[in-house]
């Protein structure tokens, strides 16, 4: 079905129904072919604009409809439970190795242009200070988008295609509250939590190269990380991390449920899944960095900082 | 005239003017119908004439673009998702694919709707999913298996178990005998028939085998798709009994009935060109 008028998924009535889709054709004799061209080439524009109106649209109703549930109802631990496991637990071991590697590969490439400066001990404060602002969160959300967003767009998709979404529905179980609210949760809780575990390797990681490999003092990395980096850099990163997480949630288990029918249909939502996920995580993660540093600013303005 | 008799004598469902439209595909144009209390009613039509969607308006699942779908008296598109949670309780709707949940075993999918809406301890739920399986022969013990490993006879079997658990008083079958073995079919068929007969319920069927019209109708509505009609024709080019689909002396109801291409390979070309 093309696009399905679901109560209960938050979408609208058909968007098209008064405006009709596609680009208008030209009728033979009164309009010449150049003019038809342009007509349809504007009104292909104009279906794209409605296209880009109604997305945004069907979205924020079903974001609202997952807000609605969940202040009014939490869903039950059955069904939070499993959905917990398959975020937070099976998560784990790709995070843990995510976080250790972003803090080699950061040591790595800071250790040759600090010891240029001869700052080597300085190389603490910048590993750990890009790691627990920046790179553990985004980096955690991204591969979290892939690992958790897109499996829980295939899921939910293959369950729109086989009607077994319908069928929750026809046996009064709404879908949002049940499908949708705890992974949602799910995301909120534990993908914080697991930024907190790569923000943790990550550290681990780089001293451990730093130390063994570079054979930088020990005192004086530890010395540097702590001078620099304060509580404010760290719950930074994990307050963006909320949000990455929400996003991956709804913007996933949106595209699971408007998927369209058919093993493409399935595939075309996982992927859209994680690649709406991952921009939605690099453009908030700019508006969110640029936020806290003018909050930061206004409350603690003039302190020193390496960045 | 007291209350329970008015509630009595207005149909269990009343469709007014319904409309439908996806994009510019128009699937159902101006439906008008009533289906009375206790009544099995079959809709027939070949593929694409809007059955599933006419299903799913009746359930609340599609909102029609124009028209009413009112239910005990009740306009559907009107209520609070609460208020359409009540209703949809009383109503049971049988899957074409069963559309079982793949997460769960069979017992877990049967249980479902009584897990949602009543309080009951495990033992009372065990024994009333035992009993429902039971009365659409399936043994006790497919309630561990998941529904991946059943037959396509099998899950549709329980798919109607898992319909049929909260007694409805309404119940959707989307074609219930497609893609099943003639001697399964008819084992549904009987299936229908003694649901109705047994729990009085009102049966709306959709399906395009002939056996299963015959078995279980009483009344048959025929659609025809929208795209094969004139702008001023009825979709409905059938509604009546049984026994008067074969005297009918409408065309594109006999064409159906007798299962006769007649041109339509012709003029399937001819609209492909």
Redesign the interface.
Same mark, same amino acid.
């Given at each position: 079905m093309a696009a399905r008028n679901n109560r209960d998924d938050g979408s609208a009535d058909n968007p098209h129904d008064v405006v009709g889709s596609g680009p208008a054709e030209p009728r033979d004799g009164d309009i010449s072919a150049g003019n038809g061209m342009l007509r349809a080439w504007i009104a292909s524009w104009g279906a794209l604009a409605i296209d880009v109106f109604c997305q945004v649209g069907n979205m924020s109703l079903f974001v609202g409809r997952t807000f609605a549930w969940m202040l009014t109802r939490l869903p039950k631990a059955e069904t939070i439970l499993p959905n917990f496991y398959e975020v937070g637990v099976k998560s784990l071991p790709v995070v843990a190795l995510t976080g250790t590697f972003i803090g080699m590969v950061l040591a790595v490439q800071s250790y040759f242009q600090f010891r240029q400066m001869g700052l080597e001990s300085r190389l603490g404060a910048v590993i750990n200070m890009s790691l627990v602002r920046e790179l553990g969160p985004v980096l955690a959300a991204t591969m979290l988008a892939g690992r958790v967003g897109s499996a829980m767009a295939a899921q939910l998709g293959t369950m729109r295609v086989t009607e077994q979404i319908d069928a929750l529905d026809s046996m009064g179980a709404n879908p949002i509250y049940y499908l949708v609210v705890p992974r949602f949760l799910a995301c909120l809780v534990l993908i914080p939590t697991l930024t907190v575990m790569a923000d943790f390797m990550g550290v681990v990681g780089g001293y451990l190269f730093s130390v063994y490999r570079f054979e930088i003092d020990r005192h004086f990395y530890w010395y540097n990380s702590a001078q620099y980096v304060g509580a404010w850099d760290f719950f930074g990163g994990i307050f963006k991390s909320f949000f990455f997480g929400g996003a991956i949630a709804l913007v996933s288990c949106y595209r699971g449920f408007h998927c369209r029918p058919g093993a493409e249909g399935v595939g075309e939502a996982a992927t859209s899944a994680f690649v709406h996920s991952f921009v939605l995580i690099l453009v908030s993660d700019l508006f969110l960095s640029m936020g806290l540093d003018a909050f930061h600013d206004a409350l603690w303005s003039g302190s020193a900082k390496i960045f | 005239m007291s209350d329970a008799l008015v509630t009595a004598s207005i149909p269990l469902v009343q469709l007014q003017r319904l409309q439908v439209?996806?994009?510019?595909?128009q699937v159902l144009r101006d439906i008008s119908l009533d289906i009375e209390r206790g009544s099995t009613v079959v809709v027939i039509g070949e593929s694409g004439c809007g059955k599933t969607v006419l299903l799913?308006t009746i359930?609340?699942?599609?909102?029609p673009?124009r028209g009413t779908v009112k239910f005990d008296g009740r306009e559907l +598109?009107k209520l609070s998702?609460r208020e359409?949670?009540?209703q949809?309780?009383r +109503?049971?709707?049988v899957?074409?694919?069963a559309?079982?949940?793949?997460s769960m075993t069979i017992g877990q999918n049967v249980a479902?709707?009584l897990r949602?809406?009543r309080r009951l301890s495990e033992a009372e739920i065990r024994e009333q999913v035992v009993r429902r399986l039971a009365d659409v022969g399936l043994p006790e013990s497919v309630v561990y298996r998941k529904p991946a490993e059943l037959s396509g006879g099998m899950r549709k079997r329980v798919g109607l178990a898992?319909?049929l658990m909260l007694n409805p008083e309404l119940i959707l079958y989307d074609e219930p005998t497609t893609g099943l073995d003639p001697i399964m079919s008819d084992v549904i068929n009987e299936l229908i028939v003694q649901t109705s007969q047994r729990e009085d319920v009102t049966s709306i069927v959709i399906t395009h085998d002939m056996h299963t019209v015959r078995k279980v109708a009483g009344r048959v509505i025929m659609l025809y798709p929208t795209s094969r009609l004139s702008a001023d024709e009825p979709q409905v080019v059938y509604d009546g009994l049984v026994s008067g689909l074969d005297a009918c002396g409408d065309r594109r109801v006999t064409q159906f009935v007798h299962g006769e291409a007649g041109e339509r390979l012709m003029e399937l070309r001819r609209e492909t060109a």
């Open positions: - | 439209r996806f994009d510019s595909n799913k359930l609340g699942l599609i909102r673009t +598109m998702d359409l949670t009540e949809r309780v +109503m049971g709707y899957f074409q694919q559309a079982l949940f793949d479902f709707p949602q809406h898992r319909a």
